[in-house]
């Protein structure tokens, strides 16, 4: 599926679009979605709320896993948050590994805050992410 048709799909996905998640990239192996973080993101303690971040997991997943007449949940999920973002926009890679012609697992990693296939351009471009 060509991003544009995947954009136009996802665009249903109302949770996570109505919550400013975006879809930046997918092709068969990868897919990345982005959140630019808002007030709306903040807990009651002004941090960002542990279900944005895991809501931008779960779309990269859904991204790749998903599709017109194509239908997959997650069985089990984990999320470790290491550090806490106060602002700028997260992005999460997610990456398929497949075994026997069936999908063995598909992970959103957290690996840096941007994907290596993202142009240097748009990375000196992006706000770089502060810890608290």
């Given amino acids: 599926m ?6 136009k799909f996802f665009s249903n996905d109302r949770f996570a679009t109505e919550n400013g998640v ?19 993101h903040r807990n009651a303690h002004g941090g960002v709320m542990g279900g944005a971040i895991f809501t931008l997991a779960d779309f990269a997943f859904a991204a790749l896993t998903n ?13 470790s948050f ?4 106060s602002h700028g926009r997260l992005y999460v ?17 957290w690996t840096n805050p941007f994907p290596s296939s993202y142009s240097a351009r748009k990375r000196k471009s992006a706000p ?3 810890q608290k």
């Fill in 93 to 109: 890679p997610s990456v398929g590994m497949f075994f026997r012609n069936h999908a063995g697992s598909r992970e959103p990693r």
């Fill in 22 to 40: 975006t879809l930046e990239e997918r092709d068969e192996r990868h897919a990345v979605a982005s959140l630019a973080l808002a007030e709306r």
């Fill in 67 to 79: 599709g017109p007449g194509r239908s997959t949940v997650a069985q089990q999920v984990s999320v």
């Fill in 128 to 130: 770089e992410l502060s």
């Fill in 82 to 85: 290491l550090a806490a973002p």
């Fill in 2 to 7: 060509d991003i544009e048709t995947a954009r």
